[in-house]
Structures are given as structure tokens and as C-alpha cells.
């Protein structure tokens, strides 16, 4: 039996790819945020993969700031903050916004109102796009 070493890949495969997450289910009660929240920023930490989120529907409440949950428990608002600060783009659907009340002064930090438009932007950006 002869063992093949197998050749390293050229540098040009280590770069990142362009990722868009859509989510669309709330902050709480199914877990499909918080693990698309998990995976991205897991994908962040790599510092190769380039991320943007867009919450739509019910998942535009995820960015709302100042979520009360108990001591031990996840905070999908600060989560995101934490796609922010290592430099992911955060879009919330405005339209979804509005039906659900949530005004732009109280979306975390980072976080900022968007549109379908910018959707089909990033979507036509993407390498790889990934609904929750």
C-alpha cells in the first residue's frame, strides 16, 4: 500500500469567502439565531471571512438593545454587538422595523436599518448565503 502525502494548497485558497446570513426567526424561543449569531462569529474569529447579517421578519427583533434575559442565559443583542466589534455588517429589514415598532435609536450599536434593495445587493456580493 502506497501512502500519498497530500500537496498544500496555493495561498489563494486560504482567502476568505463573502458570507450573507439571513436570519428570520425572533431572539428567543427557537435557537436558529442564536446558532446563525454562534457560526458567524466563530467564522469572524478566523479574521478571514468576510460576514453581513440581515435580520428580517421576526429576527429584526434580535437587534433591538437592552434585552432582559436571566443571569446564564444567552443575549442574542449582545451577540451581535459581537459580530460588529470583530467587523461583521449588520442590516435590519426597516420594513420589519416598523411592523414590530422597533425605532432606529434602539438598535445595538453597530446595527442599522436597511432595505430589500440592500438585500439584492449583498446577496449579488455573496459567495455563499446561508437563511436561518
Not at 48 to 67: I, N, P, Q, S, T
Not at 77 to 97: K, Q
Not at 112 to 117: E, G, L, Y
Request: hydrophobic share 40%; charged share 20%; glycine share 10%.
Amino acid at each position: 500500500m502506497t501512502c500519498i502525502k497530500p500537496t498544500p494548497l496555493p495561498l489563494a485558497f486560504n482567502v476568505g469567502m463573502k458570507l450573507l446570513f439571513i436570519l428570520n426567526d425572533p431572539p428567543y424561543g427557537t435557537e436558529r439565531s442564536y446558532n446563525a449569531l454562534r457560526l458567524a462569529i466563530a467564522l469572524l474569529k478566523t479574521q478571514r471571512e468576510e460576514v453581513r447579517m440581515f435580520l428580517m421578519g421576526d429576527a429584526a427583533a434580535c437587534a433591538k438593545a437592552g434585552h432582559k434575559v436571566p443571569q446564564g442565559y444567552y443575549n442574542i443583542a449582545d451577540m451581535l454587538g459581537m459580530v460588529v466589534r470583530r467587523g461583521g455588517t449588520v442590516g435590519v429589514c426597516g420594513t420589519c422595523m416598523d411592523a414590530r415598532g422597533i425605532t432606529d435609536p434602539e438598535l445595538v450599536e453597530g446595527a442599522r436599518r436597511s432595505t430589500m434593495s440592500e438585500l439584492t445587493e449583498w446577496h449579488e456580493w455573496a459567495d455563499k448565503v446561508t437563511a436561518f
